[in-house]
């Protein structure tokens, strides 16, 4: 296992302050990859000015599972986590402290973290089978600077016969009481055929527990995109029905079914979810029709027929595209 510190000058940033606030207009972080990373605030979907820029980060473009951490003893506010090239570590760009932090280990791979409670969260699967036809999967836990880094729990799936691991289709939420963890297996001739297993891990030390997800009931979701932590133990996941991007609600560890959070009405992207630091709203950013944009909406207030907030985002001004991701500051 290593970890690695990498600090770079920071680029003179620059800002523009919109001419005209919009009353009730919110914060939110943005990131944009365009060869280097770029940090920036935006003001709803204006952009108001770079916060950093990184060349450290090594994974793809847009990485499935990123997550930003806020109010936390070991990174600044606003700090990135987003899994390593081909997903063979993890990386935190704390942008105020202007530094990465890199985990890697050889011979495991894994999709990003969930930060719950100070600590980030991370499934971890071996790159090969074992010779018993079983493929092994653990748990990790680590500060937000990586530091005091440990595996919580391992178990091990069954290949199905005929099948082999599809390593881009595993998601991964954390719940406030365990884990609960996706895995696709595809067919080795029929790429079409894919078989889904449910495993959950209670953080107490209960064993881990595995279930068939291939033939789930229709009103039922599979999970395409990181878990975040929500009250009673829940896990809120981007999800699809058909190719339409849905956003989802996972039950405790011991109840995975899954239930349809927004209307089928709303029109949501699959950049990424969020919740509001004080836990009262959700936002979901992505494309929409060709168009990045943002929604949000208080959890107190009925889902109805279209959010509460919904905006186009426009590009960064330089860069010319419009941000990766984005994630609430208030």
Known sequence: MSITTLRRLRPRSYSIVPAAVPPGARSYYAFTRAGDTVASLYLDGAWVEDRGTTAELTGPEVPLQPCVVIGDAFVGDGSLVAAAAEGTGLQVWDVAGDVVYSYAEE????????????????????????????????????????????????????VPAGYEFLTPARRFGMTAIGALLEITWQHATLPEVLETRRIAVALEGAPWTEEDASALPAATYIATNLGLPVDAGEALCLGAEGATPRVLTHGPAEDYAASLLVPATWEVGSRNVAISPGGADLVVYGDVGGTSRLIRHPFAVPFGVAPAVDFEVEAHPTLEIPPSWMWPVD
Not at 116 to 144: K, M, Q, S
């Open 107 to 158: 011979g495991w791979h894994n999709q990003g973290a969930c930060y719950l409670g100070g600590w980030l969260y991370w499934i971890e699967a071996a790159l090969e089978d074992d010779p018993t036809g079983t493929r092994a999967f653990r748990l990790r836990r680590a500060r937000a600077d990586l530091t005091s880094n440990s595996v919580l729990g391992s178990t091990t799936s069954t």
